[in-house]
């Protein structure tokens, strides 16, 4: 149960932007202003335009290798208009993975991660970890890779990996602490937390630590020591300590101030919540929260499966990319995006008649997609049935306008 870290570490440790690096670039001075144009076409949302102007740019000067030195800064910028397909598409401009320099590994790496392809984006990482750049960030993503795959010892190592190179690393400070804290390494964790500059990082390792080590009564005392510490993670462990210590009231007024409105909960204090209810003899409440939690649980695993499918899709293996997606239809039967996806590798597969039904079913899920009109309409056109595809078009152009 990582509750320390997740957001506490968000931003700590990652790539800085780029965007400054054009200023250093061996670019000559027009083809500089052009590049730079070109990406901020692409983070004001005109992505198409600013993609075009850079191919443009890297076409008047093949073989010069200049578009390494802009590379970057319009992955970022591609990255984070979530343009995934797009980004791994512009890196082909400097050749398979395996032979792009450090830096561009690094950033291979990244479209690897926003795609959800966490093998591939370790296996570029370490190709960048000797580079004098880049190795740090990618040491840290690494170790980040590593905790989130709950190996802990793995991330504990590489976190001192980057500490050896910058003592002062704060994010690697972070997830040291919490690794160790994740590892049982309560003693050692506790020791390490006490290097971290943040006062509510700080603080709620320490009292996480306590907990863990099931001394609720002084996790409650770090946390009342610490006025400075609010937000949810500071309720969070109050209410799990409060809970611990038999207090299934104030658990609760804690607790239940972490769950939205439409449902969504802040970790896993559902179920926390769930414990205090059961705690103060409220079992229909408790029964009702566990069997969300059991839903949600459904819909995460589901989406999961759905991922993992649509990439053994992509790579070529399209029968294991179909079990997979049956897997996640049976858990939501009624999720159109699952059905759309299924009804795609159908289509690569074949299976027409199959995927025209899967499609009309999340058509009717999901009737104001204009993808399922548009992968309709290609299907038809595949079948050889032009009417057929002519409506799915008018209606694909329709919701478009919509």
Not at 299 to 323: I, V
Not at 373 to 384: E, R, V, W
């Amino acid at each position: 149960m990582l509750v320390v870290i997740v957001g506490i570490l968000a931003g700590c440790g990652q790539h800085e932007r780029t965007s400054d690096h054009l200023g250093d670039l061996a670019l000559r001075p027009e083809h500089h202003e052009r590049a730079h144009a070109a990406i901020e076409q692409i983070r004001s949302g005109r992505v198409l335009l600013g993609i075009a102007q850079l191919r443009d740019l890297e076409s008047g000067q093949p073989g010069s290798g200049r578009s390494s030195e802009w590379l970057p800064s319009a992955l970022e910028a591609l990255l984070g208009q979530g343009e995934m397909a797009r980004a791994e598409s512009l890196l082909a401009i400097v050749g398979p993975p395996a032979g792009r320099p450090p830096e561009l590994r690094y950033w291979t790496a990244q479209v690897a991660m926003a795609q959800g392809d966490h093998a591939a984006a370790r296996g570029n990482f370490e190709a960048a970890f000797e580079d004098p750049v880049w190795g740090l960030s990618a040491l840290f993503e690494v170790a980040m890779l590593e905790s989130a795959s709950n190996r802990h010892g793995e991330a504990i190592a590489l976190c001192r990996r980057v500490l050896a190179r910058e003592t002062h690393h704060e994010g690697a400070r972070l997830l040291l602490a919490s690794s160790q804290l994740e590892a049982g390494e309560i003693d050692a964790a506790l020791r390490s937390a006490q290097a971290i500059n943040s006062e509510s990082a700080r603080t709620s390792l320490f009292a996480h630590a306590h907990l863990m080590a099931g001394r609720p009564a002084i996790a409650i005392e770090v946390l009342e020591a610490s006025p400075g510490f609010r937000g949810p993670l500071r309720d969070y462990l109050e209410g799990w300590a409060r809970l611990e210590v038999g207090d299934a009231a104030a658990a609760i007024g804690l607790l239940e101030g972490l769950i939205e409105p439409d449902g969504q909960a802040y970790k896993d204090s559902r179920l926390l919540l769930a414990r205090a209810f059961r705690s103060a003899g409220d079992e229909a409440a408790a029964v009702r929260l566990e069997g969300i939690e059991a839903e949600v649980a459904q819909a995460a695993l589901a989406r999961r499966l759905q991922a993992d499918g649509t990439r053994a899709a992509q790579r070529g293996d399209a029968r294991e990319g179909e079990r997979l997606l049956r897997e996640a239809t049976a858990l939501r039967p009624g999720d159109g995006t699952i059905l759309n996806d299924l009804a795609a590798v159908l289509t690569r597969l074949e299976r027409y008649a199959e995927a025209e039904a899967a499609f009309l079913r999340a058509s009717e899920l999901r009737p104001e997609d204009a993808s399922i009109a548009a992968n309709l309409a290609q299907l038809y056109t595949i079948m050889g049935e032009p009417g057929k595809a002519i409506a799915q078009e008018q209606r694909y152009r329709a919701l478009r306008r919509d």
